[in-house]
């Protein structure tokens, strides 16, 4: 009996001991972070903003990885199925972890078990914008010309299953008219259809709208936000306009495989909120319109499972169906 608590003791202590190395390990070498949508775009930008400051912290590369496909599935599978050993983490947003698993038949992943929530970066809403040549100047004009001339109309989104996509198709649905989707890779190569005339509205992220509004390239329509945003005082939210209650936003933050232990979780909390309450980078993202998010691990599952809900409600709503 005794030499049974004595193996016990042992075995406990060695558990600790791996436990405490662990900690003080990691991280030894560079870490992926996938980002599950095109180089160029909304979420890329941001990974590429937050990632300097978080290499700093963690005192190792983090290297970004762009799996774009199937609204973020694809490359959310992948780090759906690495080791959770901390050195595989996802750039995890609404578009891939709220939108995309309802809209696919086959989306590979729960993204209330395949994942630990690690830490939140940002929340931003969206614009409504217009090419400049479209004969619209508000929300009520859209409307109004979409109506009297049925299915002429189209807009861009960054693909079937984002987050972008869903309020287009929310806004459509509760104006009453008929349009045309026309679907892209990614939001880069949809604001640059847009640009080029090739598509009329689309729906977008305030930090990619700011510049080609600035320039007067785009016309900035409204913000799907509950109240409208300092950086653009002078454009009204889609609530003012016509559409009471609408508010969605879009948000992005790290996630790394299920079953990632919880020492590595704390660490790369830790880090990630760091690097998002900085100066710098809460300087940055403020100039763009987007709102620094910190929150700890289990404030941002609940966040994560409450928005998977919420889209799912709103896939049935709208009609949309699983691709």
């Known amino acids: 009996m005794i030499t049974g608590l004595i193996r016990f003791a042992a075995c406990m202590a060695g558990m ?3 436990l405490g190395l662990h900690a003080q390990t990691y991280p030894s070498r560079a870490i992926r972070l996938i980002v599950p949508f095109p180089p160029g775009g909304s979420s890329d930008s941001v990974a590429r903003v937050v990632v300097q400051k978080f290499s700093e912290g963690l005192g190792q590369p983090v290297v970004i990885e762009n799996r774009p496909g199937v609204g973020g599935l694809l490359g959310s599978e992948v780090v ?11 750039l995890g947003s609404v578009s891939s972890l709220g939108v995309a698993p309802h809209m696919f038949a086959n989306p590979k992943i729960d993204p ?5 929530a690690i830490a939140p970066i940002l929340s931003s809403p969206l614009t409504v914008i217009a090419r400049p040549t479209l004969q619209v100047g508000s929300i009520a004009d859209l409307v109004a010309l979409a109506k009297r001339k049925p299915g002429a109309l189209n807009y861009g989104t960054a693909g079937v299953g984002t987050h972008v996509y869903l309020t287009a198709e929310l806004f459509r ?7 045309v989707h026309v ?4 939001g880069a190569p949809a604001m640059a259809a847009l640009l080029a005339g090739n598509i009329d509205y689309k729906f977008d992220v ?5 510049p080609q509004a600035r320039g007067g390239k785009v016309k900035v329509l409204a913000v799907t936000s509950a109240k409208r945003i300092a950086l653009m005082p002078e454009v009204p939210t889609l609530a003012e306009s016509g559409f009471p209650g609408f508010d969605t936003t879009a948000w992005m933050g790290v996630v790394g495989p299920a079953r990632l232990p919880a020492d590595i979780v704390s660490r790369l909390n830790s880090e990630v909120g760091k690097a998002v309450s900085s100066r710098d980078l809460n300087e940055v993202y403020i100039s763009q319109g987007a709102v620094p998010e910190v929150a700890s691990p289990a404030a941002f599952a609940e966040m994560i499972r409450r928005e998977y809900a919420y889209w799912g409600a709103v896939v049935k709503q709208v009609g949309a169906k699983p691709d």
């Open 80 to 90: 759906a199925k690495a080791a959770p050993d901390g050195y595989t983490l996802l």
């Open 112 to 116: 209330e078990k395949d994942f630990a």
């Open 183 to 186: 679907p892209f890779q990614g």
């Open 16 to 18: 600790a001991c791996a």
């Open 206 to 210: 305030v930090n990619t709208t700011l």
């Open 173 to 179: 649905k509760l104006a009453g008219f008929d349009a």
